[in-house]
């Protein structure tokens, strides 16, 4: 299936994780480097991929200047993202930013035409596809441009424009032999390609289903019944229209057959139409409110010159815990049945009564366990771009993945529509949290088995489970699976993984009925793909430490040399002498596994007086930066270069909570956020002391987001530790922070205070002794501005006196003003110049 985009993560990382940066594309460069140390001993090969030469780079190195490094991105090239092939793989598309405009245009390219040509605005239904389907089973194959339905047959070049409205259609999918089926509102409607026939398949209402008659509500009632005749007659004229409709619906196929009616307290989740039209899963959640009239962030740089009050997220303080209603429809029969979590393994568990107990026993209270059901329901995952009910071909069978609110469990079930109930096919019980990544699943086609990715061996591995059968392994060791595609003809699985290097990304397959993994790739750094509808082909995205992402494409067939098809890297960017980090391992004094760290050094000279350094905390905590691709932190990356230039050492860790490391490595922080990783820290500066010639009393840190709270642990629980900071969009207390992801790590404050009080910086402010810097996005509803205000109320009570606050008043989250960004590392920079 190709997407419109491709990594989901990309669009929402930003609202839903802290200091999300998308790091999963790359390129070659000219440059080479070798990972360093007796802990790894990968080489990296970053000789240009393919036949596409690089565009020359000026004889002379520019010099790199602040300004330069902060300035509007465009200056870099502005890189293809969200590539994609034709559904036909003749040729390849892919996004592009206009330069000086937040508009992306989209290029449609192939091997013989050098970045492509821009599609026109006029062509774009028929190449900018959005839920495509495309199964060999079928004749056609459609999409969804703008709302609206298309489709064409193979083998013909016209487009066929199903629908044309207001009304945004979605879930769109095959139905029986030549049709679609989508969603609108709170019905299911389908259309024959074929014969053009329109019909609505079933709808849903949130209201009682009233009967033709009522039975009598009280005593004046009831005798009124009685004793006139006119409305006895009344009655039974309603009652026969009623049958004589209800007798239509089921034997007239020209009429829409069903309506079904659930509680009027609640609210749509999700649904789903059965490839045949037959059956429905309706998920629904009582309405409540997910937010308050306080919930507001106040604007105060508006157009008329008054303040706006924004209306932003509910504070993880303030959830409520949700369960899912989850409803199995039979349309033809017109009948609906709630599924029952109680076959569930685990259901009732007390999964935090350990928790709930340690809380309680330091209040001076007592705890007695409780097996109360959990509150269920639909897991959606942040990372995916696919649906978490996933029907059969033969319509016979739907398997939904379920978690518990608490997020300690997650189920795969499948549902026989023969007997609707849950059977549980797969529960992955994690004692801190079940990642909101690697929970990928679905069906082969010929046979009534699942695939699935699961971390229930420490790292995300690949497994089949027939619905009679034991789970069974394809991919196995400590190394992350993940973008798992099937074949259609279901022989293979392609995906990638950190199979040889933690930090190196390359693109395998693997035969479903199981066997050796193959390598497909060996480009070294960051490598995506999406596979061609013809199978015979890979599109890759590819980078390396410091270049960034390109497009290839090479054959499936036999081993081939990736082909570059784009060369947006600009002529300013390849003139600077970027200095490239060396991937270190440092021994870790809390872990058998290494941190594995991005090391810039200066170059060597006979100087043997003790550098500086510097310690960049990267964001979004579950987030992998020490990889041997392009990272989303480019401006830090320039900006390292810029400090090494200066004569500066720079640290940029993976500690633990970081991604691609396995599970262990994510659950370190459970419930005790800033330990682990500080510890980190403190093993990364005494290797610098140790291997890099720094002094270690002149070391300076800075991150932004979750960079930033990391920043404010290290200075207030280890104020020794360095000698200055800068925290940028910090979080400070948990407790005002978005559920879905601090519930994970910190369960809720209700439940785990202890575990709040743990982690916030603001409850260890009075550790601060060294210089603080902390720079605040005024209109952020990711981390919100109170963070800082509070903390520095804090921190002015404490009578503390070494910081400084700078406020943006119009930058959200992500600064999108260049002004702001330079504002913002000149002052970073002054900071360590001046301390340092």
Known sequence: MIKKFQSASIFLCASMVLGCSATNSAT?????NSINTPFATATVNQAPVGNAGLASASSVNAQLTMEQIMADPDWLGRQPQAAYFSPTGDSLLYYRKREGSVIQDLFETNEGLANGEQVSIGELHSHEYDEIIDDNDHDFIAWIFEGNVFAQKRGQSNVMQLTKDSDTAHNLAYFEGSGVSFQKGNGFHALDINSGLSQQVFEWKFEENEPAVKPAKDYIAQEQQKLINYVQVQRKNRQDMRAQQDRLARENQSVMSSTFYFDEDHSNVLASLSPDGKYAIVVTRISTPTRSDTDIMPDYIEEDGRIKAQSVRQRVADAKPESHSIFFLDIQNNTQKELSYVSLPGYNEDVLADVKRENAEAKGETYTNNRLPRDIGLLFDWYATEMPVKWHDSSQHVALMLEAWDNKDRWIVSVDVNEPIFTTQHRMHDKAWVNYRFNQFGWFDEANTLYLLSEQSGYSQLYTKALNGSLNALTQGRFVVDNVVLTQNDDFFYYKANKKHPGIYEVYRVAASGGEPQALTDLNGMTDFVLSPTEDRLL???????????????????????????????????????????IVAIPSSHTKQPVYSRVYTPAQTTDTNKRRAVVFNHGAGYLQNAHLGWSGYFREFMFHSLLVSEGYVVLDMDFRASAGYGRDWRTAIYRQMGTPEVQDLKDGVKWLVENANVDEQRIGTYGGS?????????????????QAGAALRPVS???????????NILNTPDIDPIAYERSSPIYFAEGLTKPLLMNAPMVDDNVFFLDVVRLVQRLIELEKEDFETAIYPVEPHGFVQPSSWLDEYRRIYKLFETHL
């Open 28 to 32: 070659s460069t000219q440059k080479s």
């Open 540 to 582: 890759l995205t590819h980078s390396t430490l410091a270049m960034p992402p390109e497009l290839y494409v090479m054959s499936t067939q036999t081993p081939s040399t990736p082909q570059r098809l784009t060369n947006t890297v600009s002529d300013a960017f390849l003139s600077i002498d970027w200095a490239v980090p060396a």
């Open 706 to 722: 979750y960079g930033g709270f990391l920043t404010f642990m290290a200075l207030f629980t280890e104020p020794d530790l360095f």
């Open 733 to 743: 207390d948990w407790a005002h922070y978005n559920t879905p992801y601090t519930a």
